[in-house]
């Protein structure tokens, strides 16, 4: 397994826009083939701040998903509401109690 976690800091005026979209999305790649878990956090102290939090059943499922329409199509409508650049770690889970 894979866990794949991303931050992402937006615009302060496209924090409802992000969330709006992330709602609409959400099902669709929670139930995209490999993916076993989504989250969506926020900061407690930044609201601009948002973390994913997913895990996938391989690299080659997460890649599988970053080369589909689905990610395209949302990326493409994410990206332009950031205003820092988003950050990526892939991390294996050593310890679950």
């Known amino acids: 397994m894979l866990i794949r976690i991303v931050k992402m800091k937006f615009k302060e005026e496209e924090i409802e826009n992000f969330l709006d979209l992330f709602h609409h999305n959400k099902n669709h790649i929670r139930n995209f083939e490999g993916c076993e878990h989504l989250e969506l956090y926020q900061d407690k102290n930044n ?5 994913t939090y997913s895990f996938w059943q391989s690299e080659d499922a997460l890649n599988g998903y970053r080369n589909s329409d689905l990610f395209a199509e949302v990326w493409k409508n994410t990206k332009i ?5 988003p950050e990526a770690w892939s991390v294996n889970r050593l310890v679950n109690l």
Do not use: R
């Not at 609201?47 to 973390?51: E, K, V």
């Open 47 to 51: 609201p601009q701040l948002f973390f």
């Open 81 to 85: 509401k950031f205003s820092a650049k």
